[in-house]
């Protein structure tokens, strides 16, 4: 079974969280790209769904789901994302999508995060497989960068990819993330960072990983 049929086949399993009259929170990604097209079989059944990013946005469109913004909800019933890397903890990296500012924001807004994700994207430290993401206010990039080399690790400037907030993405590479609450907390703090892709302070409360012998429900 390859990548693609696990990512499916978590965000398949997705839907048996999905309340009807609800409006679900999407984030963005290659998994979630499945789950939202598994979603749309679901449409005449919620209310509708607020995205984390513009792509989500539209593809929730092509569905016929109806797309609120963040400012339009009090909160969430639940909230349905990837990662790029999930340790045991639940904690993950996200933002290989540049997405992860919104993304945290729409987690924000619901106590019920469910991670999809195939199994490639266990790990047991965070930053041990994927950079870490740190998105930046252009003026402070160097700056920033110069802070994240300090901390110890090797930071790159994504170069042509802006972000919806209209900001520049720093991948941290060699960085591996032994205390993610504290280091979230830390680089949050750095002058000129929006935020930074460690979800730890927000982790999630339910992964579903999709395996070749099916998907696997963590709670």
């Known amino acids: 079974m390859d990548q693609l049929e696990m990512k499916k086949m978590a965000a398949q399993a997705a839907l048996q969280f999905v309340r009807p009259d609800s409006i679900v929170g999407v984030g963005s990604g290659s998994t979630v790209n499945c789950f939202i097209e598994a979603l749309g079989s ?18 929730l469109r092509k569905q016929g789901i109806e797309v609120f913004s963040a400012n339009d909800v009090s909160g969430l019933d639940i909230y349905v994302d ?14 290989g999508g540049a997405a992860l500012t919104r993304e945290k ?12 994700v195939d199994s490639s994207k266990q790990v047991d430290v965070l930053g041990s497989t994927f950079p870490l993401p740190v998105e930046v206010i252009p003026m402070a990039r160097s700056q920033v960068a110069r802070k994240l080399v300090a901390l110890g690790g090797s930071p790159e400037w994504r170069q042509g990819v802006v972000t919806d907030n209209g900001n520049v993405i720093l991948d941290v590479h060699n960085f591996p993330i032994m205390n993610p609450v504290e280091m979230e907390k830390e ?29 696997k429900i963590i709670k």
């Open 187 to 215: 680089l949050n703090n750095v002058a000129g960072v929006v935020t930074n892709g460690i979800f730890a302070l927000n982790a999630a409360n339910t992964v579903i990983v999709g395996t070749a012998e099916g998907a």
């Open 105 to 116: 924001i729409v987690a924000s807004l619901t106590k019920n995060f469910i991670c999809i």
């Open 82 to 95: 990837g990662a790029d890397e999930i340790n045991p903890q639940k904690m993950m990296i996200k933002g």
């Open 42 to 59: 679901l449409r005449d059944q919620i209310k509708g769904a607020v995205a984390a990013s513009k792509a989500s946005e539209e593809l």
